[in-house]
């Protein structure tokens, strides 16, 4: 990473962890607030949503907070697709080119890139940050710290 998405990444980080600490608003909209800015700040970034762990569902994801295209994937069990297997294994995938992936649930056409990051709350997968590109190997091992990092400083509002 150049020194500049460095600068970028950690002026990014900032703004995130303010919207955390924001104590006027509910967990929702600072997800909300956060998907829109990393959408904003990120051009690769076309999606950026939150699927949260339902607790009336055993192992089924539902859709959270998000920015971009509407999806028909409202819920998810885990296992299935890209953001089920990151839910079953509490692991970050990466998936440069989606039409490589066997196991890959289409949200749009347009979708050529994705990477899901676990959040988790002591350990515990409680939520994930699902994010879509139309760029076939756009995202980076920067992108990836840096998600990683989002989402360790959201895991207390869960």
């Not at 150049?2 to 002026?11: F, N, R, V």
């Not at 089924?60 to 885990?78: A, Q």
């Not at 089920?84 to 080119?97: H, K, L, M, R, Y």
């Not at 515990?124 to 879509?132: C, K, P, Q, W």
Request: charged share 30%.
């Amino acid at each position: 990473m150049s020194k500049t998405e460095i600068q970028a990444g950690s002026k990014l980080l900032k703004h995130i962890r303010k919207i955390v600490k924001d104590v006027d608003k509910d967990r929702d909209q600072k997800l909300q607030l956060i998907c829109q800015h990393l959408a904003d700040k990120i051009d690769v970034f076309d999606w950026v949503g939150f699927y949260l762990v339902d607790p009336e569902a055993e192992d089924e994801l539902v859709l959270g907070p998000y920015v971009g295209e509407e999806t028909d994937h409202t819920r998810i069990s885990f296992g299935e697709g890209v953001c089920g297997q990151a839910a079953e294994t509490n692991e970050t995938f990466v998936v440069q080119d989606v039409s490589e992936e066997d196991n890959y649930l289409a949200c749009s056409i347009h979708v050529k890139a994705e990477i899901v990051v676990p959040v988790k709350k002591d350990g515990e997968f409680v939520a994930e940050l699902d994010i879509d590109s139309h760029t076939k190997d756009s995202l980076t091992e920067g992108h990836q710290k840096m998600l990683e990092e989002v989402c360790d400083m959201i895991s207390p509002l869960f």
